[in-house]
T-cell receptor, first 116, second 111 residues
Framework: DTAVSQTPKYLVTQMGNDKSIKCEQN?????MYWYKQDSKKFLKIMFS???????INETVPNRFSPKSPDKAHLNLHINSLELGDSAVYFC???????????????FGPGTRLTVL | QKEVEQNSGPLSVPEGAIASLNCTYSDRGSQSFFWYRQYSGKSPELIMF????GDKEDGRFTAQLNKASQYVSLLIRDSQPSDSATYLCAVGGYNFNKFYFGSGTKLNVKP
């Protein structure tokens, strides 16, 4: 029983394309996140979303947009992909529903995105 | 100055020794401090969290927090080869845009 799952595991695409990564959690958590981990292993938080609000890291380009059909899912859409978007993207969830990041997060297995 | 700084390593220790991993942070308003472990090609998993100054122990792991010095550390006693991984320090508070991970310290435990 995977707690946080992501699909696809690998995604290879051309510059300029639009792509989506899906994330599902079965932990009953209130908040989900998206992270980007670059080649230097820096994990950078991109979004936090719960049933109350979406919080966006101010440094994330607006080509990136999260979509949440329900509490258990948070998908990441990326428009007009660029070479610099190549990275591993992790979804995570936590019980925290206060719009803060003070609670333990559980990470999905990651999606390795390669933009050619 | 990076928000969270860690020595990238690798830190090499023999099996059975104590491994000491360090992290400094720049935001004095930080409230929560986490240590995650990440094996190569895998996702981060939580080792410990600490909110108050002092030590917090969980099995072979001890987290130490010193808010005055803006310093948090992780001690691993009786290190095992299975502890070989990258250890990520994360620091946050009540501002979403001020939650940061460090770049991690790679630990090698030699049999």
């Amino acid at each position: 029983d995977t707690a946080v799952s992501q699909t696809p595991k690998y995604l290879v695409t051309q510059m300029g394309n639009d792509k989506s990564i899906k994330c599902e959690q079965n932990l009953g958590h209130d908040t989900m996140y998206w992270y980007k981990q670059d080649s230097k292993k820096f994990l950078k938080i991109m979004f936090s979303y719960n049933n109350k609000e979406l919080i966006i890291n101010e440094t994330v380009p607006n080509r990136f947009s999260p979509k949440s059909p329900d509490k258990a899912h948070l998908n990441l859409h990326i428009n007009s992909l660029e070479l610099g978007d190549s990275a591993v993207y992790f979804c995570a969830s936590s019980q925290d529903n206060a719009g803060t990041v003070t609670d333990t997060q559980y990470f999905g297995p990651g999606t390795r995105l390669t933009v050619l | 100055q990076k928000e969270v700084e860690q020595n990238s390593g690798p830190l090499s220790v023999p099996e059975g020794a104590i491994a000491s991993l360090n992290c400094t942070y720049s935001d004095r308003g930080s409230q929560s401090f986490f240590w995650y472990r990440q094996y190569s090609g895998k996702s981060p998993e939580l080792i410990m969290f600490i909110y108050s100054n002092g030590d917090k122990e969980d099995g072979r792991f001890t987290a130490q927090l010193n808010k005055a010095s803006q310093y948090v550390s992780l001690l691993i006693r009786d290190s095992q080869p299975s502890d070989s991984a990258t250890y990520l320090c994360a620091v946050g508070g009540y501002n979403f845009n001020k939650f940061y991970f460090g770049s991690g310290t790679k630990l090698n435990v030699k049999p």
